[in-house]
């Protein structure tokens, strides 16, 4: 089993950063292509971002590219998310996910593993 647990989230600015972190349990971690994303109220969780189980590729969707890196350490069992240059439309809960098959990020309707979720609110 792997437990997923997210922090990070906050109250923020626009143009501003936040950093949130993904924390795994277990010893099977680095089996798992890891993933974040996000849910506003009344809309469907989108897609934000995938890692692969070596960080060898990384998938981003379209509003976050060039703002936001996503990043593993298989050591330290955790993955992040750096998001830069906040916009309000980044407000949302994000979710920590971890899946077994890469392809599943293409939809994000069903993953092994899911996290609580932390929320990220973006003010103007």
């Known amino acids: 089993q792997v437990h997923l647990v997210e922090s990070g989230g906050g109250l923020v600015q626009a143009g501003a950063s936040l950093r949130l972190s993904c924390a795994a349990s277990?010893?099977?971690?680095?089996?798992?292509?890891m993933g974040w994303f996000r849910q506003a109220p009344g809309k469907e969780r989108e897609f934000v971002a995938a890692i692969n189980t070596n960080s060898g590729t990384t998938y981003y969707a379209d509003p976050v590219k060039g703002r936001f890196t996503i990043s593993r350490d298989n050591a330290k069992n955790t993955v992040d998310l750096q998001m830069n240059s906040l916009k309000p439309e980044d407000t949302a809960i994000y979710y920590c996910a971890a899946d077994a098959r890469w392809w599943r990020f293409t939809t994000g309707q069903t993953m092994d593993y899911w996290g609580q979720g932390t929320q990220v609110t973006v003010s103007s």
């Open positions: 277990g010893r099977t971690f680095s089996r798992y292509h």
